[in-house]
């Protein structure tokens, strides 16, 4: 009799259960998983939009805006390294981090099909896809941490150390030379002013700023230099200005710069493609055409780095 009973309460847990289990193979495990899935979605705004993508996805698409698809497989690399600790590195400070194109690029499937052309798409999307996932969960540490993963298009022959831009002074973004950043096509910028544009390009941002003369090219003075070359302060009027302050007011390419008085007008010639700290791109793949491979690469322009893998 006992057995019998027991039989049948068996039957009616199983009976109960069915439906559970059944949830459960469709709609899969719910809380831990999701949880997983969460911490790899990435907020990126695009068009004003806000998207969320995978991780993986989302370094394909940095990739792919960061560097020209003829660079050497080895410079890709080591952008996607890059890119995956610059991004986890954010989050880490804050996971509900938005990424937006100034502080890292980023292309769709579909912009980057514009780019590149149908015919070249596929190609050219496996190209940038085996980069980052020949290097998946690869992440650039300093003492087991993730380091700033700073990068920029080319150098003016020798990258900046974060000390000089932005008054830290971290270990690992120190300058390295960068000499053959002088190949680049980015290395030289030419911006013209007149004397107006310019003075008004100042008071966007600040307010108080003058001139005492009808011509400004006889107020600008640099008054020092890095020992890379790029400009510490430059004066302008009444103000003093950090090199790097006053070559984002005017929109420049750097702040490795001259300026020249041509019939009237301000000439500025710049040196080099972005901040100059951290990892030079083009650098990268002229390393790369030398036959570094991407950790050297890294552990050349991020000093005394390691490349750590991080758990999924």
């Known amino acids: 009799m006992r057995e019998k009973i027991f039989s049948i309460i068996l039957f009616i847990i199983i009976i109960c259960f069915i439906p559970i289990f059944i949830t459960t193979l469709v709609k899969g495990i719910p809380k831990s998983n999701q949880q997983e899935k969460v911490k790899k979605s990435i907020k990126v705004l695009v068009d004003g939009n806000q998207m969320d993508v995978d991780l993986d996805n989302y370094l394909i698409g940095v ?6 698809i003829n660079f ?10 890059a ?18 194109n100034n502080e890292q690029a980023f292309l769709t499937k579909e912009d980057m099909e514009v780019r590149w052309g149908t015919d070249n798409f596929a190609k050219n999307y496996n ?10 969960s690869e992440v650039i540490t300093y003492k087991e941490d993730l380091i700033e993963a700073v990068f920029h298009s080319t150098s003016g022959g ?71 070359g790029y400009v510490s302060q430059v004066q302008i009027g009444n103000k003093i200005l950090k090199g790097e302050t006053f070559r984002n007011y005017l929109g420049l390419e750097s702040s490795n710069f001259t300026f020249n008085n041509v019939d009237g007008k301000i000439e500025i010639l710049c040196k080099g493609y972005g901040h100059g700290v951290g990892m030079s791109q083009y650098g990268a793949d ?9 950790k050297e690469i890294l552990k050349y322009y991020y000093t005394n780095t390691e490349i750590s893998v991080i758990k999924n």
């Open 63 to 68: 990739v792919a805006a960061e560097m020209p």
């Open 72 to 81: 050497y497989e080895d410079a890709l690399k080591a952008q996607a390294v």
């Open 83 to 100: 890119a995956r600790t610059f991004t986890l590195k954010k989050i880490e400070y804050d996971k509900n981090h938005i990424f937006i």
């Open 127 to 136: 190209k940038i896809r085996n980069a980052v996932m020949e290097t998946k």
């Open 158 to 228: 020798k990258t900046q150390s974060a000390k000089d831009v932005w008054g830290e002074d971290i270990p690992y973004l120190v300058s390295v030379n960068s000499l053959e950043d002088i190949n680049s096509p980015e290395y030289i910028h030419k911006q013209v002013f007149s004397q107006q544009e310019l003075s008004d390009k100042i008071k966007e941002h600040i307010d108080d700023f003058k001139v005492y003369s009808n011509d400004i090219s006889r107020e600008i003075q640099i008054i020092s230099r890095t020992q890379e």
């Open 286 to 294: 002229n390393l790369a055409g030398k036959g570094y491979n991407y």
